[in-house]
C-alpha cells in the first residue's frame, strides 16, 4: 500500500510547480523532500516526476497518481473533521480560492457578512485564477473555490467535487460616453471597425470575443491587450477602445465616463461557480448561504448590509 505521506508529497509538488517551493510548503529540506519522492517512485516502478531547472513537471504516471492523491487527502482530512465534529470541537477554519474580479465584487462583502455571523471561524483567501483551483479543493487544501467559466471555455473535470452555478453575469458592451451604442440596439457587426480592448488570445474572455465575432461573421480588431477589467473602464473613459465587461465589473465600478448595452443579437454571458469537496467541513455551507445571497443582490446593484448591526 502507498504512503500516504509520500502521495502527499507528490500533491505538494504539483500544486506549488517545484520540488523547492513544495519543501518550503511542507518543512522540508529540498534533498529530503525529493528523496522522499524517489522512493515513492522506486516502490510504483516509473518516474512520476520530470525534474528541470524552470520547476517540476508531472509524468502522465504522475498525473494519474495526482488525480487519486487528491481525493485520498481530502477523504482523510474529511475523516479527521468528522471525528472532531463528534468530538465537540467545531471547525475554526475556512480557506478560500478566488479569481480576482470576484474578490473584488462578491467575496468583500460576503467575507465581512461571514466573519460577523462566525466570528469564531478564521478565514483565509488564495487568488487563483480559473482553470486552476480543483486540485486543492479535491486534496483539501482549499476548503471552497470561486471560479468562472466564459462562453467558448469548458469547465476543468471535478471528480469527487459538487459544482453549484451562482452567478450568471452577462457580458455587456462598455464605450466612452457619447458612443453610439447609447442611442441604438448594436450588435457586432455594427462594431466591426472598433478598436477593441481583452485579453490576449487564449484568455477566456479573448476566446468568448473570437467566438462571438466569428458567429457574427466578422473579424474584430484588438488593440489593447489587457485580462484587467478596472484597466479597461480606465481606457474607455479616457475615450479610447471599446469591450465586453461582465455586468457585475460594472455594477461594483466607481467614476463613469463610459455607457453600457447589451449586444443586439447575441447573449453572452460569464457563469460563476463554487466548488468543494461533497462532504465539506461545517463552515462551508454557511458560506456558501452567503455567497448566494451576495450574488443575488450583485447584479441588482444593491449595496452591503450594515454588518456591525447587532
Not at 519543501?23 to 522540508?28: E, G, I, Q, T, V
Not at 485564477?129 to 466564459?150: K, Q, W
Not at 473613459?237 to 460594472?250: D, H, K, N, Y
Not at 447575441?266 to 451576495?294: D, F, N, Q, S
Amino acid at each position: 500500500m502507498l504512503d500516504a505521506n509520500r502521495v502527499r508529497i507528490l500533491v505538494e509538488i504539483a500544486h506549488a510547480g517545484s520540488i523547492a517551493a513544495a519543501a518550503a510548503r511542507l518543512s522540508f529540506t529540498p534533498p529530503a523532500l525529493s528523496q522522499q519522492l524517489t522512493k515513492l517512485e522506486r516502490e510504483l516502478g516509473c518516474r512520476l516526476v520530470e525534474r528541470g531547472r524552470t520547476g517540476a513537471t508531472l509524468t502522465e504516471a504522475g498525473r494519474v497518481l495526482l488525480e487519486h492523491g487528491e481525493r485520498v487527502l481530502g477523504e482523510l482530512r474529511d475523516a479527521e473533521a468528522a471525528v472532531r465534529e463528534v468530538a465537540g470541537q467545531r471547525p475554526d477554519r475556512l480557506s478560500l480560492g478566488a479569481f480576482a474580479s470576484a474578490g473584488k465584487v462578491l467575496l468583500p462583502e460576503a467575507l465581512a457578512v461571514f466573519g460577523h455571523e462566525h466570528p469564531h471561524v478564521k478565514l483565509s483567501l488564495s487568488d487563483i485564477e480559473p482553470p486552476g483551483g480543483h486540485g486543492p479543493v479535491a486534496s483539501g487544501d482549499l476548503d471552497l473555490l470561486i471560479t468562472h467559466r466564459y462562453p467558448g471555455v469548458p469547465l476543468p473535470r471535478a471528480g469527487g467535487l459538487q459544482r453549484e452555478l451562482l452567478l450568471v453575469d452577462p457580458l455587456v458592451v462598455v464605450a466612452p460616453t457619447g458612443h453610439a451604442i447609447a442611442d441604438t440596439e448594436t450588435g457586432l457587426a455594427d462594431l466591426a471597425e472598433e478598436e477593441w480592448i481583452c485579453g490576449a488570445p487564449g484568455i477566456h474572455n479573448r476566446v468568448s470575443l473570437d467566438m462571438a465575432a466569428a458567429a457574427a461573421g466578422v473579424v474584430l480588431t484588438v488593440a489593447y491587450e489587457t485580462r484587467d477589467y478596472e484597466v479597461a473602464l480606465a481606457l474607455i473613459e479616457a475615450g479610447v477602445g471599446i469591450a465586453l465587461i461582465p455586468q457585475s465589473i460594472l455594477g461594483a465600478a466607481h467614476g463613469g465616463g463610459w455607457v453600457s448595452r447589451p449586444l443586439h443579437g447575441t447573449r453572452l454571458a460569464r457563469e460563476i461557480y463554487t466548488v468543494h469537496r461533497r462532504r465539506p467541513p461545517a463552515p462551508v455551507p454557511a458560506m456558501l448561504a452567503t455567497l448566494r445571497r451576495t450574488a443575488a443582490r450583485t447584479l441588482r446593484g444593491e449595496g452591503a448590509p450594515n454588518v456591525d448591526t447587532p
